[in-house]
Protein backbone atom coordinates (compact mmCIF):
# COMPACT_ATOMS: atom_id res chain seq x y z
CA UNK A 1 0.00 0.00 0.00
CA UNK A 2 1.36 3.53 -0.94
CA UNK A 3 1.16 6.42 1.41
CA UNK A 4 -1.98 8.14 0.23
CA UNK A 5 -3.77 4.68 -0.46
CA UNK A 6 -2.64 4.05 3.27
CA UNK A 7 -3.89 7.54 4.44
CA UNK A 8 -6.68 7.30 2.26
CA UNK A 9 -7.93 3.65 4.06
CA UNK A 10 -7.54 4.83 7.15
CA UNK A 11 -9.91 7.74 6.50
CA UNK A 12 -12.63 5.20 5.50
CA UNK A 13 -12.71 3.55 9.12
CA UNK A 14 -11.37 6.75 11.83
CA UNK A 15 -12.06 6.83 14.18
CA UNK A 16 -12.43 3.75 15.04
CA UNK A 17 -11.97 1.76 18.24
CA UNK A 18 -10.24 4.61 20.79
CA UNK A 19 -7.87 4.07 23.29
CA UNK A 20 -6.14 7.04 25.61
CA UNK A 21 -2.48 6.75 26.45
CA UNK A 22 -0.49 8.90 28.39
CA UNK A 23 1.81 10.78 26.69
CA UNK A 24 5.13 9.15 29.02
CA UNK A 25 4.77 5.54 27.24
CA UNK A 26 3.40 6.65 23.65
CA UNK A 27 6.24 5.12 22.45
CA UNK A 28 5.86 1.93 23.93
CA UNK A 29 2.21 2.16 22.79
CA UNK A 30 3.38 2.93 18.90
CA UNK A 31 5.94 -0.22 19.22
CA UNK A 32 3.27 -2.73 20.52
CA UNK A 33 0.68 -1.38 17.32
CA UNK A 34 3.58 -1.57 15.08
CA UNK A 35 3.84 -5.32 16.19
CA UNK A 36 0.16 -5.74 16.55
CA UNK A 37 -0.94 -4.61 13.69
CA UNK A 38 -0.51 -3.60 9.35
CA UNK A 39 0.12 0.04 9.15
CA UNK A 40 -3.26 0.51 8.00
CA UNK A 41 -5.41 -0.83 11.22
CA UNK A 42 -3.83 2.04 13.30
CA UNK A 43 -3.02 5.50 13.99
CA UNK A 44 -2.11 7.58 16.80
CA UNK A 45 -3.60 11.44 17.43
CA UNK A 46 -1.06 12.92 19.51
CA UNK A 47 -2.45 15.55 22.88
CA UNK A 48 -5.75 15.04 22.73
CA UNK A 49 -5.64 16.04 26.08
CA UNK A 50 -3.17 17.12 28.82
CA UNK A 51 -0.23 14.74 28.90
CA UNK A 52 -2.76 11.94 26.46
CA UNK A 53 -2.36 10.79 22.82
CA UNK A 54 -4.99 8.47 21.34
CA UNK A 55 -4.74 5.76 19.13
CA UNK A 56 -6.84 4.98 16.93
CA UNK A 57 -8.04 0.92 16.30
CA UNK A 58 -9.25 -0.48 12.74
CA UNK A 59 -10.74 -3.62 14.60
CA UNK A 60 -11.97 -3.53 18.04
CA UNK A 61 -10.02 -6.83 18.84
CA UNK A 62 -6.76 -5.01 18.21
CA UNK A 63 -7.67 -1.89 20.28
CA UNK A 64 -8.76 -4.55 23.27
CA UNK A 65 -5.43 -6.30 23.02
CA UNK A 66 -3.47 -2.92 23.62
CA UNK A 67 -5.71 -2.13 26.41
CA UNK A 68 -4.47 -5.02 27.88
CA UNK A 69 -1.05 -4.56 26.82
CA UNK A 70 -0.81 -1.00 28.26
CA UNK A 71 -2.73 -2.01 31.29
CA UNK A 72 0.61 -2.17 33.61
CA UNK A 73 1.51 1.59 32.23
CA UNK A 74 -1.64 3.03 33.30
CA UNK A 75 -0.18 4.25 36.34
CA UNK A 76 2.89 6.37 35.09
Known sequence: MT??????????WKPGFT???HSDV????????KRMC?????SVTTWTANY??????EHNN????????MAPYADQ
Open 3 to 12: PIETFEYKQL
Open 19 to 21: VRL
Open 26 to 33: VDKGKTFS
Open 38 to 42: ERHQW
Open 52 to 57: EHTFHF
Open 62 to 69: HAEEFKTA
